[in-house]
């Protein structure tokens, strides 16, 4: 009986401790941006909208349809005209 009950305890500890890593630690101190600056921010946005700007600066290519693996392949055989 007893080893049940510590078996059961077991089980609901390592499932505490997997849902506590799913946690959302944004907002606590020590986790994601939480220590950036206004500074480091304003930073991020301009190199940001550089970014931007300068994607919209390229010209437009046209896609064109490209087979990587076209020089590997051999090429088919030609198609001949009514066999008879």
Known sequence: MLRKI???ALI???TIG???AQADLKNIQG???SLRTEQEKKNDSAIDRDYQ???KRLPN???KKSDPWGDVRPT???ATKNKQ
């Open 76 to 78: 088919p055989p030609a």
């Open 6 to 8: 510590i078996y059961a």
């Open 61 to 63: 290519q046209e896609q």
């Open 31 to 33: 986790g994601e941006n």
């Open 12 to 14: 609901v500890l390592v």
């Open 18 to 20: 997997a849902a506590s």
């Open 53 to 55: 700007s300068t994607i």
